[in-house]
């Protein structure tokens, strides 16, 4: 079957840093993403990793280890506008996107 | 921003009714996605289309159909809607399905549906 588990919901302290954890499960393995989406609105792309390790991306960066099959993506120098749903997807076969349920962060003053 | 539009932006509608849900793009990307978001569920794909005329099911297609005869119009439609077919309907986008691309797909502002 295919899977992709993350927590549904983090708090956090503006200036602080968060983690947000997704593990998968899928048929087929060609890339993961970030993706974060403000309520009522679209997601947006934040990340993407196909090989192992960190990508960094200003106070956004993402790691994967496709042998555990697992990712993080970390939040630094917590804003109260990084206040969203973080979602982790993995790209499986016939390059389909396969979404978790979302992680809802909240960051507080 | 890539330029995706949704139609309508929120419905409301009662079982048994049919239901047309537009997505339009200005990129000239080949494919096209719909997905439907719930509660839980995350992100969950309806059907895809690859090219004009080329559509393909997704995991939850039951219910739903698709149509593509041009490159930038994308509609969905519910032959009868059910209350289960309450949801916020995305739109997305990409350029190409290549394995080794590391393009995304863009997502288009969401139709809210509700059907009482």
């Known amino acids: 079957g295919q899977n992709i588990d993350q927590p549904t919901e983090m708090t956090a302290t503006e200036g602080a840093i968060v983690q947000i954890n997704c593990t998968y499960q899928t048929s087929g393995f060609n890339g993961l993403f970030w993706y974060q989406q403000h309520a009522g609105e679209a997601p947006t792309f934040l990340s993407y990793n196909v090989l192992d390790g960190l990508e960094e991306k200003g106070r956004f960066s993402s790691f994967l280890s496709r042998s555990k099959g697992y990712s993080y993506l970390l939040l630094k120098e917590l804003q109260m506008k990084d206040s969203a749903s973080y979602l982790c997807a993995v790209r499986g076969i016939y390059n389909k996107l396969i979404f978790g349920a979302g992680t809802r962060l909240a960051v507080h003053p | 921003d890539a330029g995706i539009t949704q139609s309508p932006r929120h419905k409301v509608t009662e079982t048994g009714t049919p239901v047309t849900l537009r997505c339009h793009q200005t990129?000239?990307?080949?494919?096209m996605y719909w997905y439907r978001q719930d509660p839980g569920h995350g992100l969950r794909l309806i059907h895809y289309?690859?090219?004009?005329?080329?559509?393909d099911k997704g995991e939850v297609s039951d219910g739903y159909s698709v149509s593509r005869s041009k490159t930038e119009d994308f509609l969905l439609t519910l032959e009868s809607a059910t209350s289960s077919q309450t949801s916020v309907y995305f739109c997305?986008?990409?350029?190409?399905?290549?394995?080794?691309?590391?393009?995304?797909?863009?997502f288009g502002p969401g139709t809210r549906l509700t059907v009482l």
């Open positions: 997305a986008i990409s350029e190409s399905l290549q394995e080794s691309s590391t393009d995304t797909q863009y």
């Open positions: 289309s690859y090219g004009v005329k080329d559509t």
């Open positions: 990129e000239n990307h080949r494919y």
